[in-house]
Nanobody, 119 residues
Framework: QVQLVESGGGLVQDGDSLRLSCAAS????????IGWLRQAPGKEREFVGA????????YYTDSTKGRFTISRDLASNTVYLQINSLKPEDTAVYYC????????????WGQGTQVTVSS
């Protein structure tokens, strides 16, 4: 079992940076890839990126590569999502989730954290 809790969201200005945190607990946490997904109002949930269990291989979509950086601190069981040059279209609820591998479904989810970017 893996429990995930996101934090760090809030109201920011266009062009600002923000770092979201995903604190994980559960003794099998290190066996899972941790990903970030987001859902904007009226839109489907969108994959942002993820990082493998050892923290050595982050991966992103073509649209998020560059402004988004995912990192993992195994000592504190925390995964971070750094977002630079925020845009109003980044406004969404951001979720972290856990899965065994890139071929698996997301098995565990956090409750989400709201990011609102004002222009």
């Amino acid at each position: 079992q893996v429990q995930l809790v996101e934090s760090g969201g809030g109201l920011v200005q266009d062009g600002d940076s923000l770092r979201l945190s995903c604190a994980a607990s559960g003794r099998t946490f290190t066996h899972y890839d941790i990903g970030w997904l987001r859902q904007a109002p009226g839109k489907e949930r969108e994959f942002v990126g993820a990082i493998n269990w050892s923290g050595t291989n982050p991966y992103y979509t073509d649209s998020t590569k560059g402004r988004f950086t995912i990192s993992r601190d195994l000592a504190s069981n925390t995964v971070y999502l750094q977002i630079n040059s925020l845009k109003p279209e980044d406004t969404a609820v951001y979720y972290c989730a856990a899965r065994r591998s890139t071929k698996s479904m997301w098995a565990y989810w956090g409750q989400g954290t709201q990011v609102t970017v004002s222009s």
